[in-house]
Each structure stands twice: as C-alpha cells, then as structure tokens.
C-alpha cells in the first residue's frame, strides 16, 4: 500500500514526473520525449550544461559610476599637466633613457589627414628616437599566461587625440592619458579647440553629476589625496616658520 495506516500521509517513492528518487541528479532539465510516466530528459537552463546560460556574462553599466562634476574636470585637467612631464614619460616606457622637448606634442590638422604611410613618415621625423615606443606593437607572451586567456601583449604605444578620429575629445578620460604612467600624447589643432569648448561647456551646463569609469575615479581619489596632503605639509613648514622668527 502506498498509504498510511491513518489513510492521510501518502508514501511514494518519487514524485511523477520529477527526477526525485530516481538516482539522478538534480539538475533543471527538459522533456525531450514522453511514454506514460517515462520521460527523456536532458539538462537545460544552468551553465554547465549544453545550451545554458553563460556563467558570467559581461555586464555593461556596471563599470560606470556618478561623480561630482567639478571634481571629473579637476581630474581631467591634472592627467592634462601629467602627460606633460617629461620624467613621468620616462618611467612609463621602459625603453626611453631620456625624453626631449616639449610634450604633448601638437599638430596641424594637414598631419593627421595623411596616409598612413605618410602619416608614419611624419611622425618619424616628429618624434625621432621616441617613434620605436610610439607605433604599438603585438607579440606572443612568453610564459603559461598563454594557455591563461593572455597569450599576446601590447606596448602603450603614442595617443593620438584628434577632433573625429582614433579617440574623440568627448570620449578622452582620465585613464586614457594616464593609465599606469603619463602616455606619449599628440593633439590636432582641432582636438585642442574642441578640448577648450568642452571645458566652457561644463562651465555653464547646470548638471551636478558625470560618469566615468571606476579606474579613473581610484586616479582621482589618490590625486585628492596628494593634494591634502601638500597642503598639510605647507601648513606644517609655515608653523615651524613661525617658531624659529619667534
């Protein structure tokens, strides 16, 4: 009997048409055929099986977030200033030993409308020693890493900001000009006029907030965080000042 004694409690060995007490696993699965109460199942739905979802699909917003408007900018200009020293040019491409002149570099607009050939051509007379860390390179990494998901690596390379081409001035942030060091950078006549409307642009607009990626807002953070600490530091040297006159 399937039943109790009292009549109530029902035992079964397994629920009808569930993989229950039929020593499978208990995964979400789907018919693919039916006879009574037997069925053809296979798995379905979770990661591991075949067909499923993805186990950790890219999720889009999730590397954007708000910040102050002014505070974006203050950020912005520094990485500016940054790209236009010439020792931190120097710790970021290893294979520089001395940088000279002036950077960023800027150009006519005639420069960046050439062939790539030409183009090349001009930036070799432009840059001279630098152009070999200038061009990107792609080559195979030495090592496990790649089995690992990285099997090439790539130079920094020269940043060119222009007004429609290769990195637009509205989409230039924090992390494309100092991302670990201050890049080689060379703007067209266009990009700086662009660069200068933008500014006034977020002078007058009313909006509170921006949003930028969360690498720039670390770079924002630790910059605020030097700042305090110079001021502290001028604070402290004038004290002293003070003591000695006394």
Known sequence: MDRS?????RHRRHVWKSHYGRGMSRIPRKAMSRRGTQFSWVGAIVPFARGGRRAHPPKGSTGLVKIN???????????LSYVADNKAIEKKYAR????????PLIVEDKVVELKTKDFLDSLKKILGDLYSVAVQEKSVRAGKG????????????LLVIVGNDIIKVNDLSVSDLA??????????EKAIGELEKV?????KSKTKEVKVKKADIRKI???????????????????EGVKEDA
């Open 146 to 157: 790649k089995m690992r998901g990285r099997k090439y690596k790539k130079n920094a390379g």
């Open 96 to 103: 520089i030993e001395k940088v000279e002149g002036t950077f």
């Open 179 to 188: 991302s670990s060091g201050a890049r080689l950078t060379l703007f067209s």
């Open 199 to 203: 500014f006034d642009d977020e002078k």
């Open 5 to 9: 004694a009292s009549g109530n409690v």
């Open 221 to 239: 953070r630790k910059e605020n965080r030097k700042n305090k600490a110079r001021k502290v530091k001028k604070i402290e040297d004038k004290s």
């Open 69 to 79: 408007r002014k505070e974006a900018i203050k950020a912005l200009l520094s990485s």
